[in-house]
């Protein structure tokens, strides 16, 4: 079934299969989020919607894997922890275990601060994660699919099988 967006005047984006609204992104206006949005989304189409227009209720989505504390800790052994704002080179100021939304030059935050900042980021991902790969994961492989996702400069494309 075809997928398309549609970008509502309050900043919410939202993605359709036929004419059912399946996701929900909020963008409070920044651009990094709806970035994200379409390059995860399987949608052939985006539209913006006339300002009169009122949003679609959009289900609450299907269960699947969600980090887990025993994977989050194995995470956070191997992944680097900075709780001073940094440039990360391509001036995008970053914070924690890579955090970027929000964060300005001069940010400090504590580890816990960090952590949450990084399940934030992982959740982000893990409806990405589940739409893309089609068959059942574990919370481990959940867990890292969703890790590598928010931590590499993955699309969609990226995710999904290979067409053979």
């Known amino acids: 079934m075809e997928r398309s967006l549609e970008l509502y005047s309050d ?3 939202y993605e359709y299969e036929g004419d059912q609204a399946v996701r929900l992104t909020e963008t409070h206006g920044q651009v990094t989020d709806l970035s994200e949005a379409l390059k995860f989304s399987t949608a052939t189409t985006f539209r913006v919607a ?3 227009q009122q949003p679609p209720e959009v289900p609450i989505p299907r ?3 969600h980090i887990n504390d025993q994977g989050f800790k194995l995470l956070t052994t191997f992944e ?3 709780l001073e704002a940094y440039d990360d080179g391509g001036k995008v100021w970053t914070i924690g275990y890579g955090h970027t939304d929000g964060v300005s030059e001069g940010m400090r935050s504590t580890q816990a601060q960090a952590e949450q900042f990084l399940y934030i980021d992982l959740e982000r991902f893990e409806s990405y994660v589940e739409e893309a790969v089609q068959v059942d994961l574990n919370d481990d492989q959940s867990l890292h699919s969703s890790a590598f996702a928010s931590m590499s400069d993955l699309e969609q494309a990226d995710l999904a099988p290979p067409p053979y």
Do not use: I, K, S, V
Request: include cysteine.
């Open 80 to 82: 680097g922890c900075e």
């Open 11 to 13: 900043g919410r984006l």
């Open 50 to 52: 006339p300002p009169d």
């Open 63 to 65: 269960g699947g894997c």
